[in-house]
């Protein structure tokens, strides 16, 4: 019997007695095998690193594994929003700066972790990275096993270079078919996650693949993997392709590592299999409190909103803002209507405003944020009130995930945001844009 793709992404990294496994250990690992395995990246943010920091400490190790492979980045209350923001940063900086860590990216030089990574060369096919941030996944787009886990883990990460996991299972998504006008990786994986639950695939991979997959672009394959733990996932994979090797021939090439590019075997073994018709998807909408209640668009009926917010780890990327752009241009954000857009990081802001998106955004009456998680979990930056309500790009719509318990927040991709934004209500592309 073969491996799935999370399988031999894990049997890669598989070491015994502090060794690298044998071909004949690797070729037979299998779901479920408790695991030691190396990592290639170690993440955290400004969050969670200084937990990790403080656990590393109590290890009593000098130095970190590999001063190149732990990555530091402040980006969840950054611009620091307050004091308790600022003594949070303020640790990671003097760990960072301790330890002689290469990557320590801070404002002006940062942007949102998951879409700074691979944009900045950190990942590639073949990768084991962790993070301390439960949207690690994101980099599944790239060919590699990510996932996130606790501080603790980290810090024994940073010192070792080693963790430990459970092989998951593996749900294979097979998506066929022509997606729609304005639908994209958002409303794919909004509409995947309406089918399994938030729980469906708990501590599962979500392995994409189908000819729709094999058409996507990079940034709606970002968006799908990240989005993998909303339904419980453990990882969201895509096999590295043509797609993958053209997006990384961009990057800086941080990441030196040999690529692997590794595909699951035709008789692997899935737990479970679930084709989808991408044709018959519309654009989609979650209703609070869920990500899994997820509806087309033209079913919500008319809910007006108070804010509009655009980016995140989830779709803070270019070609987010593009669509963003295109819906908004030459037309206004309706009366009454806070409109805020959080671009991915400092090179999406420079490619936004060399391509003049910028100026539409603005002409159009929203708000450009510097790069940062800001509102996304009720961070700051567009924190809602009682009673109020939100259409937004980001990846959770938990009770008061941004902001008051008794606010409302929808989740959608840009297109559906913007449009959204124009109307004044929750409102479908094809309303706003002739």
């Given at each position: 019997?073969?491996?799935?793709?999370?399988?031999k992404?894990?049997a890669?990294?598989?070491?015994?007695?502090?060794?690298p496994a044998?071909p004949?250990a690797?070729?037979?690992?299998?779901?479920?095998?408790?695991?030691?395995?190396?990592v290639d990246?170690v993440l955290?943010?400004d969050?969670?690193?200084?937990?990790?920091i403080?656990?590393?400490?109590k290890?009593?190790?000098?130095e970190?594994?590999?001063?190149?492979?732990?990555?530091?980045?402040?980006?969840h209350?950054t611009p620091?929003?307050?004091?308790?923001a600022?003594?949070?940063c303020?640790?990671?900086?003097?760990f960072?700066?301790e330890?002689?860590l290469?990557y320590h990216?801070?404002?002006?030089?940062?942007g949102?972790?998951?879409v700074l990574?691979p944009e900045?060369?950190?990942?590639g096919?073949?990768d084991l990275?962790i993070?301390?941030?439960?949207h690690?996944?994101?980099?599944?787009?790239?060919?590699?096993?990510?996932?996130g886990m606790?501080s603790?883990?980290?810090a024994?990460?940073m010192a070792?270079g080693?963790t430990?996991?459970?092989?998951?299972p593996?749900?294979?998504?097979?998506?066929?078919?022509?997606?729609?006008?304005w639908?994209?990786?958002?409303?794919l994986i909004?509409?995947?996650i309406?089918l399994?639950?938030v729980?469906g695939?708990?501590y599962?991979?979500?392995?994409?693949a189908?000819?729709t997959?094999?058409?996507l672009p990079m940034?709606?394959?970002f968006?799908m993997?990240?989005m993998a733990i909303?339904?419980?996932?453990?990882?969201?994979l895509?096999h590295?392709?043509?797609?993958t090797?053209s997006?990384l021939e961009?990057?800086p090439?941080?990441?030196?590592?040999?690529p692997?590019?590794l595909?699951s075997?035709?008789d692997?073994s899935?737990?479970?299999l679930?084709?989808i018709?991408a044709?018959t998807?519309?654009p989609?909408?979650?209703?609070?409190?869920?990500p899994?209640n997820s509806i087309?668009?033209?079913?919500?009926?008319s809910v007006?909103?108070?804010?509009v917010v655009?980016?995140?780890?989830t779709?803070?990327?270019?070609?987010?803002?593009?669509?963003?752009?295109?819906?908004?241009?030459?037309r206004?954000?309706?009366?009454?209507?806070?409109?805020?857009?959080?671009?991915?990081?400092?090179?999406?802001?420079?490619?936004a405003?060399?391509e003049?998106?910028?100026?539409?955004?603005?002409?159009?009456?929203?708000?450009v944020?510097?790069?940062t998680?800001?509102p996304c979990?009720?961070?700051?930056?567009?924190?809602?009130?009682?009673?109020?309500r939100?259409i937004?790009?980001?990846n959770?719509?938990f009770?008061g995930?941004?902001?008051?318990t008794?606010?409302?927040?929808?989740?959608?991709?840009?297109a559906?945001a913007?449009?959204s934004a124009?109307?004044g209500?929750?409102?479908?592309?094809?309303?706003?844009?002739?």
């Open positions: 019997m073969g491996q799935t793709l999370a399988e992404l894990i890669r990294h598989l070491v015994a007695d502090g060794c044998d004949s690797r070729d037979a690992l299998r779901t479920d095998d408790l695991v030691e395995v190396t990246v955290a943010n969050i969670t690193a200084p937990i990790a403080r656990e590393f400490g290890l009593g190790c000098d970190v594994f590999d001063s190149d492979a732990v990555v530091l980045v402040a980006d209350f620091n929003k307050d004091i308790a600022a003594e949070q303020a640790v990671v900086r003097r960072a700066k330890k002689g290469r990216y801070d404002v002006g030089r940062a949102i972790e998951h990574l900045q060369g950190h990942v096919p073949g990275v993070g301390a941030d439960s690690t996944c994101t980099y599944g787009a790239l060919g590699a096993f990510a996932t606790g603790t883990d980290i024994a990460a070792t080693v430990w996991m459970r092989v998951p593996t749900v294979r998504i097979e998506t066929k078919g022509e997606l729609r006008r639908v994209t990786g958002k409303d909004l509409y995947t309406g399994l639950g729980d695939a708990r599962k991979a979500l392995e994409f189908g000819s997959i094999d058409r940034s709606g394959r968006t993997a990240n909303e339904a419980g996932a453990k990882a969201g895509f590295a392709d043509e797609i090797q997006y961009d990057r090439g941080r990441c030196r590592r040999e692997a590019i595909a075997d035709p692997a899935y737990e479970r679930i084709r018709d044709s998807i519309a989609q909408v979650a209703l609070p409190h869920l899994e087309p668009v033209g079913e919500v009926g007006p909103i108070d804010q655009i980016g995140s780890c779709n803070g990327r270019l070609d987010d803002l593009r669509v963003a752009a295109e819906v908004l241009r030459g206004q954000v309706a009366p009454g209507v806070r409109c805020i857009v959080l671009p991915g990081s400092q090179h999406v802001v420079l490619q405003m060399k003049g998106i910028l100026q539409t955004l603005i002409e159009a009456g929203a708000a944020s510097t790069p998680c800001g979990l009720g961070g700051h930056m567009g924190i809602l009130a009682a009673g109020e939100a937004s790009t980001t959770r719509n009770r995930r941004m902001g008051h008794e606010s409302e927040v929808y989740l959608a991709g840009p559906v913007a449009a124009v109307a209500r929750i409102a479908s592309p094809e309303e706003v844009v002739s």
